[in-house]
């Protein structure tokens, strides 16, 4: 009898020091957001405009959560930004539905800064150039433009972002009988000729350089992997971003959440804040997966720390990026 319970009592011992040790597991998987109010923070998300379907709204209340507790300073949106077919003018009912009636945390009333995806091109890509006349926390000056960001007000100490549209360096785009129209307008070449010079801008208060556009150059999923967009994009700019010493590309497209790391440049693909995709790992990957989420940025001027947030407030993955 007396043994029994003495196998009994230990039996139990175990089952609770196995739990205890999950929960620690489980406790240490899941560490606590780093925010650092001195940094330039911004939040990074793509491919969401869906009337708030298919978690959209769930990554947006996440996101002004995060943005809240990290004083995030600005948006940017890696494209896609209105399903299906992008928006015909400045007073699409999309406008209302995808994007006022979904971001309205008073966190998230500061500027977004957008490219354009493939979607977008469907109609009138034009249309998002013309609401940064009407909204006024919507800034998108062209189809392609830059910017550079203070670090905690400092002049002397900058951020260089260039905002591309990669639509156009898509060859069979050109034959597309959606996209096509639109791509046929932009001239790729004076494209690349200002990227350039963007980039090549000489003043020693840079000391970050950062492109944001919508296709990846590189992507774990099955689909894209090889894909014309996938192979295109890195035949356009890959050598152009190691000539001037570009730090990261900022891309969506794939619905996923990703880091690799090829050649010394970090290319993060950020296009989970609505529907999610398969993804898998390349041999370069840091960090995949098919979650709703998106990414805090906080940089400053040796160091850019970048946490992986998924829409129940979790931080799946974080790095950081160091001078």
Not at 23 to 39: D, I, R, W
Not at 98 to 107: G, L, M, R, V
Not at 189 to 202: E, G, I, N, Y
Request: hydrophobic share 40%; aromatic share 12%.
């Amino acid at each position: 009898m007396i043994s029994q319970f003495i196998t009994r009592l230990f039996f139990l011992s175990f089952i609770i020091h196995v739990c205890v040790s999950q929960a620690q597991t489980a406790k240490k998987a899941v560490p606590k957001l780093e925010v650092n109010p001195q940094a330039l923070n911004f939040i990074v998300m793509g491919d969401w405009g869906r009337n708030g379907e298919d978690h959209q709204k769930e990554v947006a209340a996440q996101m002004g959560k995060t943005a809240a507790a990290a004083s995030v300073d600005f948006i940017i949106a890696t494209g896609d930004n209105f399903y299906p077919e992008g928006v015909i003018s400045g007073h699409d009912p999309l406008w209302k539905y995808s994007f006022e009636d979904i971001y309205t945390a008073f966190s998230l009333q500061w500027n977004w800064y957008p490219v354009l995806g493939n979607h977008d091109y469907g109609t009138n890509p034009d249309a998002q150039v013309a609401y940064s006349k009407i909204s006024r926390r919507w800034k998108m000056p062209a189809r392609y433009y830059s910017n550079k960001f203070s670090l905690n007000g400092d002049t002397t100490q900058q951020v260089l972002i260039a905002f591309i549209d990669t639509n156009p360096l898509l060859k069979d785009f050109y034959r597309n009988s959606g996209y096509g129209p639109n791509v046929r307008s932009q001239d790729s070449t004076a494209q690349k000729t200002w990227l350039k010079k963007v980039l090549s801008d000489p003043s020693p208060n840079i000391k970050w350089k950062l492109v944001v556009g919508h296709h990846p150059m590189f992507t774990g999923s099955d689909k894209r992997r090889e894909g014309y967009d996938t192979r295109n994009i890195r035949a356009s700019l890959k050598n152009l971003f190691e000539e001037y010493h570009v730090d990261a590309y900022l891309a969506g497209h794939d619905h996923s959440l990703q880091h690799i790391v090829v050649d010394d440049l970090d290319h993060f693909v950020s296009g989970a804040a609505s529907e999610v995709t398969q993804v898998g790992m390349l041999p370069q990957s840091k960090f995949a997966a098919s979650k709703y989420g998106f990414m805090l940025f906080s940089a400053m001027p040796d160091k850019i720390l970048v946490q992986i947030v998924d829409e129940n407030g979790n931080v799946l993955y974080a790095t950081t990026l160091k001078k």
